[in-house]
């Protein structure tokens, strides 16, 4: 099984600030990561597939990068709706594929 | 647009099952690109797949190795639903129960119901 583990466990940045979010696997794989963003009392939304790409609605200052063991997701400039819990996704050994434990964002 | 709505009890006994249904609409259980997934989440284990059910010629379902043997989920094309079945439940199930699509059999999920607490307790 593949484990993915996030950090910071925490992270706490002003609006327009720029926050990096990383995700680390125990093994390598190409691209087949999803970023996902959750809100207290909400389900996980989609925000990034194939490492890089954004789903459906997405505002471009969500980006995602990275191949191997190491993914980032980047907010560019934060808004005061980007507060909540990101999660990556392994889903190259699917199934069952692997979340990772989430980073929580707060906005100061 | 695609919308899962989700129904069931909240509340089930120790070694009774648990059963949750998932009502699809803007899509079909049928469809021969989507996957439909059930994952939990709780505080001690995350974010976990469950399983899924899929139609291609026929019906497939894989499920993971932690609930294999317990686990059931069944199409049901005529209410365009899927269902979730967890026998011989424990309070280790205690957790928010979401279905999930994954648009092209395998993740990412794009579209998910708005997650059940189901909680295991005498």
């Known amino acids: 099984e593949i484990v993915m583990t996030q950090s910071p466990a925490t992270l706490s940045l002003s609006p327009g600030e720029r926050a990096t979010l990383s995700c680390r696997a125990s093994q390598s794989f190409r691209s087949n990561l999803a970023w996902y963003q959750q809100k207290p009392g909400q389900a996980p939304r989609l925000l990034i597939y194939g490492a890089s790409t954004r789903a459906t609605g997405i505002p471009a200052r969500f980006s995602g990068s990275g191949s191997g063991t190491e993914f980032t997701l980047t907010i560019s400039s934060l808004q005061s709706e980007d507060f909540g819990v990101y999660y990556c996704?392994?889903?190259?050994?699917?199934?069952?594929?692997?979340f990772g434990q989430g980073t929580r964002l707060e906005i100061k | 647009q695609v919308q899962l709505q989700q129904s069931g009890p909240g509340l089930v006994r120790p070694s009774q099952t648990l059963s949750l249904t998932c009502v699809i609409s803007?899509?079909?259980?049928?469809?021969?690109?989507?996957?439909w997934n059930w994952i939990r989440q709780s505080p001690s284990r995350g974010l976990e797949w469950l399983g899924r059910?899929?139609?291609?010629?026929?019906?497939?379902?894989e499920y993971a190795e932690s609930v294999r043997g317990r686990i059931t989920i069944n199409p049901d094309t005529s209410k365009n639903q899927f269902s979730l079945q967890l026998n011989s439940v424990t309070p280790e199930d205690t957790a928010v129960y979401y279905c999930?699509?994954?648009?092209?059999?395998?993740?990412?999920?794009?579209?998910w119901g708005q997650g059940i607490l189901v909680t295991v307790s005498s």
């Open positions: 999930a699509r994954a648009p092209y059999r395998n993740p990412p999920f794009d579209y």
């Open positions: 803007g899509d079909s259980v049928s469809s021969y690109s989507a996957a």
């Open positions: 996704q392994q889903y190259n050994n699917w199934p069952p594929g692997t």
């Open positions: 059910t899929y139609y291609i010629s026929k019906w497939y379902n």
